[in-house]
C-alpha cells in the first residue's frame, strides 16, 4: 500500500504517454464530475465511480452516462431498471476509490457506510446531491453502454468543495 491508503502508487492499467490513444488523451484534458452510480438490490447491490455523465435540462430530465458493458453496474441496471447517481465532494475520495475499484474496501463495497435502500437502489447517506433514475435506454457504444435514463426525483445539498476528474486525478472546485 502506498502512504495514503491506496493500493499501489500508480494506475496499475495506465497506459504509457506516448502509447495513448489521441482521443483518450482528448478526453483527460476535458474536466468530469465524479459521481458515484449504485443500483440493485440485496447481494445483487453494486455501485461504480463513474465521470462520463451529462445531465439534460427537460420534461423529463435526462442523465446519460456511460458504463463498460462487463460492469456489475451494467448488470443491476439492466436488471432492475433503475439507479441512483450521487455527485461527490472533496470529502468523498476514499469513496470513489473504492468504488472505482482503486483501494480495498473488506467487507465489499458498501461495507461501513450509511446506506438507505429503496426502490432505485442503494443510496451513499453521506453524498447529499443525488439523482434518482429509470432506465430509458441501454445502447452498445464503442467499449461501453450509453445509459439513458429518466430523472424521477432529486435531492439536492449544500455543495461548494465538488469532485472533479482531469488528467487522470481527482481535483477539487471551490
Known sequence: MTGDGAIRGEHPFRTPEPARD????????????????????????????VSSIVVAEG????????????????????????????????RDRVTADVFAGLRPSPGGLFAGRDVEETEYGPVLADLGNRAYCTMREGREESYSVLVSGAIDRVEIDELTD????FRGAYRVLG
Open 22 to 49: 489521441p482521443a483518450r488523451r482528448l478526453r483527460g484534458r476535458l474536466a468530469a464530475p465524479v459521481t458515484i452510480v449504485t443500483a440493485g438490490t440485496g447481494e445483487g447491490r453494486t455501485g461504480l465511480t
Open 59 to 90: 420534461d423529463p430530465p435526462l442523465v446519460y452516462t456511460l458504463v463498460g458493458s462487463a460492469t456489475d453496474l451494467w448488470v443491476a441496471i439492466a436488471e432492475t431498471g433503475r439507479f441512483v447517481v450521487h455527485v461527490a465532494t472533496a
Open 162 to 165: 465538488p469532485l472533479a476528474y
